[in-house]
C-alpha cells in the first residue's frame, strides 16, 4: 500500500519568484515512480514532471524541478520564475512500477500567484 | 498532448434519473480509469480497466458501473442519481513509455444532482 502526505494545503509566491510545495510518501516497492500533476480551475489533470525511484538525479522539465530524498522519502517540486498561469491545484502522486498499477493521489497543495 | 475526451463537462439532473457519462481517448491507451473528486480535495479511485471486457473496482465504493466494449470507450453510468452523487469526475487513461506508466486525465465531467 502507499500512502502520500502533502503537508501545505495552501501556499502563495509572487510572480517571477520560486516555491516549493513538499510531499512526503510512504510505500514498501522497491521500484516505483513519482508524479506532481497540476489541476488549474478548468479542472483537467496536467502532468507536469515524473521521477523514476531508481534515478538518483531529480527530474527537470524547463521551470519546474524535483528534490527527491530517496531515505526521507520526500519529493518536492519547486517552480522557478513562477507565472501567473502556474496557479493551480497541485497533486503528488507516487506509483507502483509494476505494469497496470495505478496512482495514489495526496491532498493537493492550492497555489496562487500573486502579481 | 494526450487526446482524451469527457462528455457532458456539466451535468445538473434531477434525483432518481439515470445517467450515464461518457470518456474516450484516441491514443489506444489499453488501461483506463475514473476517478471522483470533491472540490479542492483528493481523487478517488472508482473503477479501472486494464482493456477490453475487462473491469475493476477502485478504491473508492461507488454505486457507478462501468463497461469497456470498445478499446476507446469507457462510460460511467449512474442507474439512479443521488444528491450524495454530486462530485467532479475525471476520466483517464495510461501508457507506458521509457518503461514507465503515465496517466492523462480528460476534463472532467461536474455532476450536480438536485
Known amino acids: 500500500a502507499q500512502t502520500v502526505t502533502q503537508s501545505q494545503p495552501e501556499m502563495s509566491v509572487q510572480e517571477a519568484e520560486t516555491v516549493t510545495l513538499s510531499c512526503t510518501y510512504d510505500?514498501?516497492?522497491?521500484?516505483?515512480?513519482l508524479f506532481w500533476y497540476k489541476q488549474p480551475p478548468s479542472r483537467q489533470m496536467i502532468l507536469v514532471i515524473r521521477?523514476?525511484?531508481?534515478?538518483?538525479q531529480n527530474a527537470t522539465e524547463n521551470r519546474f524541478s524535483v528534490n527527491f530524498q530517496k531515505a526521507a522519502k520526500s519529493f518536492s517540486l519547486k517552480i522557478s520564475d513562477s507565472q501567473l498561469g502556474d496557479a493551480a491545484m497541485y497533486f503528488c502522486?507516487?506509483?507502483?512500477?509494476?505494469?497496470?498499477?495505478?496512482?495514489?493521489f495526496g491532498e493537493g497543495t492550492q497555489l496562487t500567484v500573486n502579481p | 498532448e494526450a487526446d482524451i475526451y469527457q462528455t457532458p463537462r456539466y451535468l445538473v439532473i434531477g434525483t432518481g434519473k439515470k445517467i450515464t457519462l461518457e470518456c474516450s481517448q484516441t491514443m489506444g491507451h489499453d488501461k483506463m480509469y475514473w476517478y471522483q473528486q470533491d472540490p479542492g480535495m483528493e481523487l478517488h479511485l472508482i473503477h479501472y480497466s486494464y482493456g477490453v471486457n475487462s473491469t475493476e473496482k477502485g478504491d473508492l465504493s461507488s454505486e457507478s458501473t462501468v463497461s469497456r466494449i470498445r478499446t476507446e470507450h469507457f462510460p460511467l453510468t449512474l442507474e439512479s442519481a443521488r444528491p450524495s452523487h454530486t462530485s467532479q469526475y475525471l476520466c483517464?487513461?495510461?501508457?507506458?513509455?521509457?518503461?514507465?506508466?503515465?496517466?492523462?486525465f480528460g476534463p472532467g465531467t461536474r455532476l450536480l444532482v438536485l
Open positions: 521521477q523514476e525511484a531508481y534515478k538518483q
Open positions: 483517464a487513461s495510461s501508457e507506458w513509455n521509457s518503461n514507465q506508466e503515465t496517466q492523462y
Open positions: 510505500t514498501s516497492e522497491s521500484d516505483y515512480y
Open positions: 502522486a507516487p506509483k507502483r512500477g509494476t505494469s497496470g498499477s495505478r496512482l495514489t
